[in-house]
C-alpha cells in the first residue's frame, strides 16, 4: 500500500472509528416516532391509496421547503417523469441534464419519450456549470417562434434539469438567468438535497417544479418514496391528477380523462415519512458535525480535498465526497479497493451518464469538468449516526 | 322505493347485517404476522431496496401461485407495463384487452407507447369472449411474416391481455387457443384474482407472463404493490433487471445496461406482503363463505342475478358482483343510490374504456356483451370479515 492509501484508510478510521464489520455508506435511522406512526397507520387499515398519513406528509414536505404544494410520489423517479411531462416535455424533445447524475435522471428523461442532452459540470458544486451551459446554448442551440431547437438535431430543447450532486446546490442564480435567456423551463433533480438551501432557499423550489427521493439511501426515507414540489397550483393538482389514474371524484362512477399513472405513495410509506420529516433537522445537524470531522482531517492531506459546500448555499452534505487532486481512474480504484476492503464502504461518482450503452448516441455537450471529476470523486460514508463515531 | 330497491337492499341487510355506520366495498384485514413482520423490517433498517422480505416474498408468491419465478414490484400498473414490454409490445403496436377493465390495464398499454384496442366480454366469466375474439381476428386481422397487423390501421397486433374480472377465470383453454393459432403472446392480467384458479391452476401463470396487484382493495394488500409471474427464467431476469435501473452487480461501479424504472417494491410492503400472504387461505375461505350467503339470499330474487364462479373455476370473489336481469343504467342507478344510501358502499362496474376521452379513438371490437354488462353489474361489500356479519 503506497503513502496515500495509507493516508486515505488512516484518515477514515479516525473518523469512523472500526469497521464492526462494515460501515455502509448511507443507512437509515430510526430512533423517532417511525414506529408509532407505522403501528398507527396498520391499526387504522388504511394503509393503501387513501389516509392521513399521505396528507400529513405533503403538508410537512410543503411547509419544511417552503415550496406551496408537495405531492407524494412513489419515488423520485417516478416525480421526476411526472415533472418534466408537467414542464411541457413532449416525445422526441430533448431534455438539458448533466453527464454527471444519477442514471435515474436520464431514464425519467426517456420515460418521456424524450432524448436526454448532456450538460458539464462545475468544480464548485458539482453540477450544472451556468457559463458553460451558456455559451453551448449560444453555439448549438436556434431560438424560433416554436421554441429552442437543436441546430444540429432539429429537435426541440423542452427543458433543463439542474441536480444538486450529493446535496451540493447548483449555482441557481446564474442558472435561472440562462434559462430565463433562453426560456427553458427549469425542473430540479433535487432527489439528494432535502435540507440542502441556495441563499436561504430550499433546492427544489426554485424551477417550475423539483423532485425529491425518500429512497432508503437518501437523508430521509420512505422505504421507496418521492415528491413533486410546485408553487404552481394548477400544476400541483395536475400532478396529483396524472399520477392516480386521472379519475374524477365520483361516489361510485369510473370516469378517467387522461392517460395516467398509479404513482401515488401508499399511506404506510408516507407514516414512516412523518416520523422520519419530523427528525431531519437533527439528522441534518449530525450530518454537518460529520462532514466537518472530515473537512478537517482531509485538510491536511496531501493529494486529496473533501468537498465542501458551495458559496451562498447550506448544503445537507447528503454523501460526503472527496476528490483527488490529480484525476486518476487508478489512484480512484486503489483507493476504493483499500477503503472497501477494509471495510469502509465507499464509491466513486456515476459512470457518465453519455458513457452508458442506451444513452451513447445521445448528444453531449463537451464535458472536460465532468470528465475530470468522474476519475477524481470518491464518496465515503456519510449516515447521521456516523457523527463522532471515531472518538 | 320500488320493490326490486326494497329486495336489494333487504338482502343486503341479512348478509351484511346493520352498517354501524358504513359497510366499504373491500376492506383489508391484519389480524396476523403484520405488525410483526413490519416491525422486524423497521428494526433491521433495510425498509427499501434491499432485504430480506422482497426475496421471501417472491418466493412465497411462486409457491402459492405454482410460478416458476415471481418478481415483486411496486405496483400492478408498473408489473403489467413490464410484462408487455417483455412480451414484445413496441411503440405503435396494438395490443387486445378487454373493453370491459380497469383503466389501469389500458394505461399500461399506453405505458409502452402501444394502442389498445378494445375486446368484448362473455356473460359466464365477465372477461374476454374467445369465440368473439377468434371471429373477429379473423375479419380484421392479417397474418403475414412480420406477425399478425390490423388490416384496417396497419399497426402490428402485439398481444392479447385476458383480465379475470372480478376474480372469476377467463376461459383459458379457448383464449389460448385462439392465442396460438394466431401467434398472440398472452399477457395476464391477475389483478384482481389472486387465489383464483382455472381447471386448478392458477390465474396468471397460463400466458407467457401474468400480473398480480396488492392494493388496498386486493384479496391481499402491502400498501401498493404488485407482482410479475413467468415460468421463464430469461424474462424473470429481465423483469428483475428493468425494474432495477438495469444495474449490473459491482461492489462500487454504476454500470447500467439499458432505459429502465425505479418499479421495485419496497422492503417495508414486502414485509406487510408476507405476513398478509400467510393469511391467504382463510380470507379465501372466508370470503368463499360470503358468497355464498350473498348466492342464498339472491337464489329468490326477482330481476337480480348473482355471479357465480365459472365452470372449471374457482373464483377468489374478490368482488361479489350482482346482475341485473335487464340491463338498465337508471335501475342500476337507483339500487347504488339506496345502498350508498344506506351505509352499503356499491359500485358499478367500470365505465367500458373505448368510452373514455382518451380511449375514444382507439380502435374496438363489436362490444354487445359489455355495453349489457356495463349497464347490469353491481358490486357488493366483498371483505372476508363480512362472513357471517349479518347473523
Ligand atoms: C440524482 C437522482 N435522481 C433521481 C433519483 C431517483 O430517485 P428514486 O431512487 O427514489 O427513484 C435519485 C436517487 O436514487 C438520484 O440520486
Ligand atoms: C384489472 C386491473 N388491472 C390492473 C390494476 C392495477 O393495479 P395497481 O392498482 O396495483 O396498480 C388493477 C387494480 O387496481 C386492476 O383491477
Not at 419515488?75 to 448533466?98: Q, S, Y
Request: proline share 6%.
Amino acid at each position: 500500500m503506497d503513502k496515500i492509501e495509507q493516508n486515505f484508510l488512516h484518515a477514515l478510521q479516525t473518523v469512523l472509528g472500526q469497521p464492526n464489520p462494515f460501515v455502509p455508506l448511507h443507512e437509515p435511522e430510526f430512533m423517532g416516532n417511525e414506529w408509532e406512526r407505522v403501528k398507527d397507520c396498520l391499526d387504522s387499515t388504511f394503509v393503501s391509496s387513501i389516509g392521513k398519513y399521505v396528507d400529513h406528509f405533503e403538508v410537512m414536505l410543503a411547509e419544511y421547503t417552503g415550496a406551496k404544494y408537495a405531492v407524494a410520489l412513489v419515488n423520485g423517479t417516478a416525480a421526476l417523469h411526472i415533472a418534466l411531462l408537467l414542464a411541457g416535455v413532449k416525445p422526441g424533445d430533448e431534455v438539458l441534464i448533466p453527464a454527471l447524475s444519477f442514471v435515474a435522471t436520464a431514464n425519467a428523461v426517456s420515460h418521456c419519450g424524450a432524448i436526454p442532452h448532456f450538460i458539464d459540470s462545475e468544480f464548485e458544486t458539482l453540477g450544472i456549470d451556468p457559463f458553460a451551459l451558456n455559451d453551448y446554448l449560444n453555439d448549438f442551440s436556434l431560438s424560433s417562434s416554436e421554441g429552442l431547437t437543436n441546430r444540429f438535431t432539429g429537435r426541440r430543447i423542452a427543458a433543463v434539469v439542474p441536480m444538486h450532486t450529493y446535496g451540493h446546490p447548483v449555482d441557481m442564480t446564474s442558472l435561472l438567468d440562462v434559462a430565463n435567456r433562453y426560456h427553458l423551463p427549469v425542473v430540479e433533480d433535487a432527489a439528494e438535497s432535502l435540507g440542502s438551501r441556495y441563499q436561504g432557499q430550499h433546492t427544489g423550489t426554485f424551477g417550475r417544479l423539483g423532485t425529491l427521493s425518500f429512497n432508503g439511501n437518501k437523508v430521509i426515507t420512505t422505504g421507496g418514496g418521492g415528491a413533486i414540489l410546485t408553487n404552481d397550483a394548477e400544476l400541483a393538482q395536475q400532478a396529483k391528477h396524472l399520477t392516480t389514474t386521472a379519475k374524477h371524484p365520483h361516489r361510485w362512477e369510473f370516469f378517467h380523462d387522461a392517460v395516467a399513472w398509479n404513482y401515488r405513495l401508499p399511506n404506510l410509506n408516507a407514516a414512516l415519512g412523518c416520523a422520519q420529516l419530523e427528525q431531519l433537522p437533527d439528522f441534518l445537524h449530525r450530518k454537518r458535525l460529520l462532514a466537518q470531522q472530515y473537512q478537517e482531517i482531509y485538510r491536511e492531506m496531501e493529494g486529496i480535498d473533501f468537498v465542501v459546500e458551495p458559496a451562498n448555499s447550506q448544503s445537507n452534505y447528503w454523501l460526503n465526497t472527496l476528490e483527488l487532486r490529480q484525476p486518476s481512474f487508478e489512484m480512484r480504484d486503489r483507493l476504493l479497493t483499500a477503503a472497501n476492503d477494509a471495510g469502509y464502504q465507499c464509491r466513486p461518482t456515476w459512470k457518465l451518464l453519455h458513457k452508458l450503452p442506451m444513452y451513447a448516441d445521445c448528444p453531449h455537450a463537451p464535458l472536460p469538468v465532468a470528465e475530470q471529476l468522474e476519475a477524481s470523486l470518491i464518496n465515503v460514508p456519510s449516515s447521521a449516526k456516523l457523527a463522532g463515531a471515531g472518538i
